[in-house]
């Protein structure tokens, strides 16, 4: 005769609804466990600032989105150049070397490749105040404040 091993009350003392309800608990002990590390890891992974806050930085950003919206072309002008004066901020704050937000986008885009996409924007606001005559279109006003934007966010500071 062969035997299997059935859990059951009678062999265990205890009835199978423990056994759910143990497993169940479990479950969300490891649910728990895992989302606790994944916050730990976000926040560890969020570079420290110094003399600018992330609330700053958010605030600014929506003064920036703000700004465009308003005034026609000179609204536009200003949201260009405030967008690259707070990115410059905020690679200042994450301590990144250089004397000019060019030489600073230089040494962080080894650290972070997916900076390269903002250079388009930052020469787009180069060139509008090196060139009084210069006349932003809506579309790469837009395009520019979203390569900004984009670049805050890789700096994990938006």
């Known amino acids: ?55 700053e930085v958010q605030k600014r950003w929506q003064r920036v989105r703000e700004t465009s919206r308003l005034n026609g072309q000179m609204g536009m002008k200003l949201a260009l150049v405030e ?11 994450l301590v990144m070397p250089g004397d000019t937000l060019g030489e600073r986008l230089k040494v962080a885009c080894y650290k972070y490749p997916k900076l390269k996409d903002v250079w388009w924007a930052h020469k787009l606001r180069n060139q509008l105040v090196h060139d009084h005559e210069f006349q932003l279109h809506p579309r790469d006003t837009a395009r520019a404040l979203d390569e900004f934007e984009r670049a805050l966010k890789t700096l994990n500071v938006l």
Request: aromatic content about 8%.
């Open 1 to 55: 005769m062969s035997e299997d091993i059935v859990f059951s009350e009678a062999s265990t003392g205890l009835p199978l609804g423990v056994y759910i309800a143990i497993g169940i608990m479990a479950v969300i002990f490891l649910a728990l466990v895992v989302g606790l590390a994944i916050w730990i890891k976000n926040r560890l992974s969020r570079p420290e600032m110094y003399g600018l806050t992330r609330e």
């Open 83 to 93: 967008a690259d004066v707070l990115l410059d901020a905020a690679l200042k704050s």
